[in-house]
């Protein structure tokens, strides 16, 4: 189960890192059916490779925490790969005309509760060595990255409606959106050299 939680928790991460690029450039300059096709398939595939992750990566928790962790990791992981398929079923118009509009939303909701199973799951690495202090700093700030951003958006949509982006907000948007970008394949990477280094094998 080890080898396998290692070659699919890559995969993620490659899905992640390279998906998620493609599928800003697809809503460029306005959402369409091809970028709701692309999130749809990505949280698919995420679903799909971390599922062996989530049941691997409990193991230093000790029992009710390490049981919580895995079975939400896990259940999380079949929340995106439903939301996904419904997506891209949408997109295909083939749950009506508007059902793109309403089956994004399950698949955002998704990939909040995964970031913030990420800062979940890190807080069981609390080890001594380099690799359990990285996993925990880092999926501390991968939860965070993407909370604070979906939080904040969801505040403008309802109390700053006349919010306007100038030069002077393009910078930290930039750079949240580039920390969203980057720290869950770098989590992901450094679990994977991590369960690596405690299956006594190099790393993938």
């Not at 049981?67 to 419904?86: H, M, N």
Request: with cysteine; proline share 5%.
């Amino acid at each position: 189960m080890v080898l396998i939680a290692r070659i699919t928790g890559a995969i993620a991460a490659l899905v992640w890192f390279v998906g998620a690029p493609l599928v800003s450039l697809a809503g460029v300059p306005f959402p369409s059916d091809a970028q709701y096709i692309g999130i749809g398939t990505m949280a698919a595939l995420l679903g799909l490779t971390l599922a062996p992750l989530t049941l691997t990566i409990g193991s230093p928790a000790r029992g009710r925490m390490k049981a919580i962790i895995q079975f939400s990791g896990l259940a999380i992981c079949i929340a995106l790969i439903s939301s996904g398929v419904v997506l891209v079923l949408a997109a295909n118009g083939r749950l009506g005309d508007r059902a793109p509009g309403w089956a994004t939303a399950p698949a955002f909701v998704c990939f909040a509760g995964l970031f913030l199973w990420v800062s979940l799951a890190s807080s069981s690495f609390r080890g001594r060595s380099t690799i359990d202090r990285g996993i925990f700093w880092l999926g501390m700030l991968t939860g965070v990255s993407f909370l604070v951003p979906f939080l904040g958006s969801i505040l403008m949509f309802y109390l700053f409606r006349d919010f306007v982006i100038t030069n002077a907000t393009i910078l930290p948007l930039l750079l949240v959106t580039l920390l969203v970008w980057v720290s869950l394949p770098s989590w992901l990477t450094l679990v994977v050299i991590g369960l690596s280094e405690k299956s006594g094998v190099g790393p993938a």
